[in-house]
């Protein structure tokens, strides 16, 4: 199976979004979706319509979600749902049937919140106690790469995730304690391509400075 998208978009607008997938073997398919939520954001209420589909070779299904909210959104959520393919193969079939399995990623994009291509430059970074604190400031999900360089220092760390939700604060312990002035951080768009690099000024009220291009 293969989606159209690397990501799932849902407007709270539109009261859910969609996904088109393929299946692009030579024999049919189930296609099964699931939505699940992360540990740390349980969101608001993300169905699909229809979970289980039975696709021919080649054929392409519009898969859709229903997005239920008790009251209006005020920042973006963060989702995964998994897209696999279910081969139908004969038992007597002289092959392997193989289950191929994405997982996407899905932002809910509240209705009164403007859309914004560089959400990453709501981040702020500040030592406390010796620690290195990133905190995403604005309403938006941020998504980058996980490893990010401490300057001038040239040193890398890891992060244990590759994303920030809404206000959101990751604690590097212990960083903050060397010479660090600046943090660059990958970019990545909300489709996870990547977006160019950008410099992090470590101080209670710096804002994120870009240093590379970034894709639409």
């Not at 749902?81 to 279910?86: A, M, Q, R, Y």
């Not at 760390?157 to 990751?170: C, F, Q």
Request: hydrophobic fraction near 40%; charged fraction near 20%; proline fraction near 6%.
């Amino acid at each position: 199976m293969r989606p159209a998208s690397s990501m799932v978009l849902i407007q709270e607008a539109a009261q859910g979004g969609s996904l088109n997938v393929t299946n692009t073997s030579d024999v049919d398919a189930l296609l099964y979706v699931k939505i699940y939520d992360l540990p740390d954001d349980r969101g608001p209420q993300l169905l699909v319509t229809q979970p289980v589909t039975r696709l021919a070779a080649g054929e392409t299904q519009r898969v859709r979600f229903l997005l239920n909210t008790r009251a209006a959104l005020t920042h973006e959520h963060l989702k995964r749902v998994i897209v696999e393919g279910i081969p139908l193969v004969p038992i007597d079939a002289d092959r392997v049937a193989v289950n191929l399995r994405q997982d996407l990623p899905v932002i809910i994009h509240p209705a009164a919140l403007p859309m914004l291509a560089d959400p990453w430059k709501m981040l702020r970074c500040r030592t406390v106690n010796g620690d290195l604190r990133i905190e995403n400031s604005g309403r938006y999900v941020v998504r980058l790469a996980q490893s990010i360089t401490l300057l001038p220092q040239q040193k890398t760390v890891t992060l244990d995730k590759s994303y920030l939700l809404p206000g959101e604060v990751i604690t590097l312990a212990g960083q903050g304690r060397s010479e660090t002035r600046q943090l660059e951080i990958q970019s990545l768009s909300k489709y996870g391509y990547v977006a160019g690099k950008f410099r992090l000024i470590v101080s209670g009220a710096a804002h994120a400075q870009t240093s590379g291009r970034k894709s639409d």
